[in-house]
Nanobody, 127 residues
Framework: QVQLVESGGGLVQAGGSLRLSCVAS????????MGWFRQAPGKEREFVAA????????YYADSVKGRFTISRDNAKNTVYLQMNSLKPEDTAVYYC????????????????????WGQGTQVTVSS
């Protein structure tokens, strides 16, 4: 059974920073792509960032490019999302997700392509 547990969310002022972490209880964690998504109230869940199994490919939503950085530490079964220059529109519940394709060439960017999800962590950015 794969479990993903996010942490690091909270309340921050606009312009501030947060770092989210997601720890996966999964064998061969380092062989799978990981992604971050977010869902604001009344909106659909949207893609934020994704990283390939070896960290060689990174993808970002246009809305966060240049401000957010995804990374992973396969020795710790952990994926991170460093969020800088936060804006009120970044307010959402942030979810990490794990792919189920072994050593995929490129990490997925669609909701439906991920097999496992965490419970989410709330990020609130005040103006």
């Amino acid at each position: 059974q794969v479990q993903l547990v996010e942490s690091g969310g909270g309340l921050v002022q606009a312009g501030g920073s947060l770092r989210l972490s997601c720890v996966a209880s999964r064998r061969s964690f380092g062989a799978y792509s990981m992604g971050w998504f977010r869902q604001a109230p009344g909106k659909e869940r949207e893609f934020v960032a994704a990283i390939s199994w070896n960290g060689g490919r990174l993808y970002y939503a246009d809305s966060v490019k240049g401000r957010f950085t995804i990374s992973r530490d396969n020795a710790k079964n952990t994926v991170y999302l460093q969020m800088n220059s936060l804006k009120p529109e970044d307010t959402a519940v942030y979810y990490c997700a794990s792919d189920d394709t072994l050593r995929a060439t490129a990490p997925p960017r669609m909701n439906g392509e991920y097999s496992y999800w965490g419970q989410g962590t709330q990020v609130t950015v005040s103006s």
